[in-house]
């Protein structure tokens, strides 16, 4: 094969608070790179359109089927009030509210989402079918997304639990998962804070990967990783949804990854992707049981914050498709 004087750009993104510089290096490449030089080139410039404008965040947002890379950073947008229902659409109908069972469980303060689940302190309105509040949550919007196999997205935000989280022995809970809408099932992929003696790896408040895409129930994936009061992360998270040969999942937490798997991530009977919710569900508070084994260990509510969302979304004609854009999400 013919060599050709060829650069191959490849670029990243210091990892600094400093997000507005990006590095640029070199190595020789073949003629069979000249599809990865310009898609490199094409990913470089996504980048600095969206961190040539100025330091501060600003969101540019979109639809859960629109491609290319997606922002928002809360101090520019609102929560709407409303009033006896469950969810409702903001930020131009690209998110959703959904809290279960009272209406003001998510908020902005301070420039970061804040999410809180309190089962007693607020008396669960009579539009909801639950006794008690159990969720708390934003998701991408237009439901249902029902992105097609093979389209890929990254997701990255910073999350914090706050000051007075205590580790549920008894109840798990989950701060982000991906639903494609099918009625009582489990969310395809989803990251949960387990319960004592729960599957996988057993230990109370462990985060674990949850991939539930498959027909077999769930397989859980503990990362030995117990956050504790106050503690942010910053999460990264890649997916492409298919099947069992091209279906991909891959987690990183605070810079390191903790899975990186060639998996299912869409269901038999339903293949497609979902739309991707963060905040708290916390599903075991839906009876008295599991609000009286919490209240038992001095948990009354939960209450975690997030901080500005980026996510991609790619199909597989898209120029940067499967390129890696870590960088250009992680917060």
Same mark, same amino acid.
């Given at each position: 094969?013919?060599?050709?004087?060829?650069?191959?750009?490849?670029?990243? #993104?210091?990892?600094?608070?400093?997000?507005?510089?990006?590095?640029?290096?070199?190595?020789?490449?073949?003629?069979?790179?000249?599809?990865?030089?310009?898609?490199?080139?094409?990913? *470089?410039?996504?980048?600095?359109?969206?961190?040539?404008?100025?330091?501060?965040?600003?969101?540019?947002?979109?639809?859960?089927?629109?491609?290319?890379?997606?922002?928002?950073?809360?101090?520019? %947008?609102?929560?709407?009030?409303?009033?006896?229902?469950?969810?409702?659409?903001?930020?131009?109908?690209?998110?959703?509210?959904?809290?279960?069972?009272?209406?003001?469980?998510?908020?902005?303060?301070?420039?970061?989402? =804040?999410?809180?689940?309190?089962?007693?302190?607020?008396?669960?309105?009579?539009?909801?079918?639950?006794?008690?509040? %159990?969720?708390?949550? %934003?998701?991408?919007?237009?439901?249902?997304?029902?992105?097609?196999?093979?389209?890929?997205?990254?997701?990255?935000?910073?999350?914090?639990?706050?000051?007075?989280?205590?580790?549920?022995?008894?109840?798990?809970?989950?701060?982000?998962?991906?639903?494609?809408?099918?009625?009582?099932?489990?969310?395809?992929?989803?990251?949960?804070?387990?319960?004592? *003696?729960?599957?996988?790896?057993?230990?109370?408040?462990?985060?674990?990967?949850?991939?539930?895409?498959?027909?077999?129930?769930?397989?859980?994936?503990?990362?030995?990783? #117990?956050?504790?009061?106050?503690?942010?992360?910053?999460?990264?998270?890649?997916?492409?949804?298919?099947?069992?040969?091209?279906?991909?999942?891959?987690?990183?937490?605070?810079? #390191?990854?903790?899975?990186?798997?060639?998996?299912?991530?869409?269901?038999?009977?339903?293949?497609?992707?979902?739309?991707?919710?963060?905040?708290?569900?916390?599903?075991?508070?839906?009876?008295?049981?599991?609000?009286? =084994?919490?209240?038992?260990?001095?948990?009354?509510?939960?209450?975690?914050?997030?901080?500005?969302?980026?996510?991609?979304?790619?199909?597989?004609?898209? %120029?940067?498709?499967?390129?890696?854009?870590?960088?250009?999400?992680?917060?």
């Amino acid at each position: 094969m013919k060599f050709l004087s060829l650069f191959l750009v490849v670029v990243a #993104v210091s990892m600094s608070s400093d997000k507005n510089s990006a590095v640029f290096w070199f190595q020789d490449a073949t003629e069979d790179s000249k599809l990865v030089l310009l898609q490199n080139r094409n990913l *470089g410039h996504e980048i600095n359109q969206y961190m040539s404008t100025d330091s501060i965040c600003k969101t540019k947002g979109g639809k859960a089927f629109d491609t290319g890379l997606k922002v928002w950073c809360w101090d520019d %947008i609102s929560i709407p009030s409303y009033v006896g229902e469950k969810s409702k659409n903001f930020s131009d109908n690209q998110l959703k509210v959904d809290s279960e069972c009272y209406e003001k469980q998510v908020s902005i303060e301070k420039g970061r989402l =804040k999410f809180r689940v309190s089962p007693l302190n607020f008396k669960a309105n009579d539009w909801c079918d639950n006794e008690f509040n %159990i969720r708390a949550e %934003i998701s991408t919007a237009p439901w249902l997304v029902n992105h097609p196999k093979g389209t890929e997205e990254w997701f990255g935000w910073s999350y914090t639990l706050g000051d007075d989280y205590i580790v549920d022995q008894d109840n798990p809970w989950l701060f982000f998962q991906v639903h494609e809408g099918t009625k009582g099932k489990t969310p395809l992929i989803a990251l949960w804070c387990m319960n004592k *003696g729960g599957q996988g790896s057993g230990k109370a408040g462990e985060i674990h990967i949850v991939n539930s895409s498959s027909n077999y129930g769930n397989n859980f994936y503990p990362t030995n990783i #117990v956050p504790t009061a106050g503690q942010t992360m910053d999460i990264v998270m890649h997916v492409v949804w298919g099947d069992t040969h091209n279906g991909l999942l891959e987690v990183w937490i605070d810079g #390191v990854q903790v899975h990186n798997r060639q998996a299912r991530t869409v269901r038999f009977s339903n293949p497609v992707g979902g739309n991707a919710k963060w905040g708290i569900y916390k599903w075991t508070w839906r009876n008295k049981d599991g609000v009286t =084994k919490s209240q038992k260990q001095g948990i009354t509510h939960l209450q975690t914050f997030m901080g500005p969302l980026k996510m991609v979304t790619r199909r597989p004609k898209d %120029i940067n498709y499967l390129s890696n854009s870590y960088m250009l999400v992680a917060p």
